[in-house]
């Protein structure tokens, strides 16, 4: 439904510049504004709640930068999660960890980013190097879309109240490789079938001081179904 809408702006927006450029943020708004009026008068048995467009805008204008800026606000801090049974789990994130989590070892078109380590691709990013025009261009960008504007709900999700103890025996044999050293996951319902996924896996020789393996959004339960489920009683965020 959402996308419908936005793919309906994206082609206003197109068209009334003769051509794929972009417009303005303010125009934009104007062109959406149009399509959902159109929508809701063709349709009269069709409803969109408040917060369903609120979200809207708020995900159409995530790019890589503004991940950036989210991701800065998790560095320098260590989160400390209380799940029952006694049991502590501790979370950093470092310049290491945005590259994966984004999923820009996935662009392999683009030499910039997959021939360089991750701390450099952070730096890149920082530099505006690596920018939204650059990866979008690639034709694999369709497979991290989804990271980059879900990107927001990662320090929501660091507030989750349940755990996964995840175990990758559980997953069909087709999809085992992809979560092979996960340890957890932490998740954020979106709609009654898609979740975005932190996962994390523990440090060698560290148990429970974990770090970032990778962030996806799944259009299943797949790796949520028959695992173990923990509750998270406290996080506690202790600066670093």
């Not at 943020?25 to 069709?46: I, P, Y």
């Not at 979008?136 to 709900?153: A, D, M, N, T, V």
């Not at 490789?177 to 319902?189: A, C, G, M, V």
């Not at 990778?214 to 998270?232: A, N, P, R």
Request: charged fraction near 25%; charge should be positive; proline fraction near 3%.
């Amino acid at each position: 439904m959402q996308r419908e809408i936005f793919a309906r702006a994206m082609k206003v927006s197109a068209q009334s510049v003769g051509g794929p450029e972009p417009l303005s943020r303010l125009a934009f708004v104007r062109t959406l504004t149009m399509s959902l009026g159109k929508k809701m008068r063709c349709e009269t048995s069709w409803a969109l709640r408040v917060t369903e467009v609120l979200l809207l805008f708020r995900r159409m204008f995530m790019g890589i930068k503004d991940c950036f800026d989210i991701y800065n606000t998790l560095l320098n801090k260590k989160y400390v999660l209380h799940i029952e049974g006694n049991m502590q789990l501790e979370i950093t994130f470092s310049k290491h960890n945005l590259k994966h989590l984004l999923g820009l070892q996935k662009l392999k078109d683009i030499n910039i980013v997959t021939e360089n380590k991750a701390p450099v691709v952070y730096n890149l990013i920082k530099k505006n190097i690596v920018n939204d025009k650059l990866i979008c261009g690639s034709q694999y960008y369709s497979k991290i879309e989804e990271r980059i504007l879900y990107f927001y709900l990662i320090p929501t999700i660091l507030q989750s109240k349940i755990i996964v103890d995840f175990d990758p025996s559980k997953i069909p044999d087709s999809y085992k490789s992809k979560l092979q050293e996960t340890d957890y996951i932490l998740y954020h319902r979106i709609d009654s079938t898609t979740n975005a996924h932190l996962t994390l896996s523990e440090k060698d020789e560290q148990k429970h001081k974990c770090y970032p393996e990778t962030f996806f959004v799944e259009h299943s339960q797949m790796y949520l179904t028959g695992q173990d489920f923990k509750d998270i009683l406290n996080v506690e965020i202790i600066e670093l």
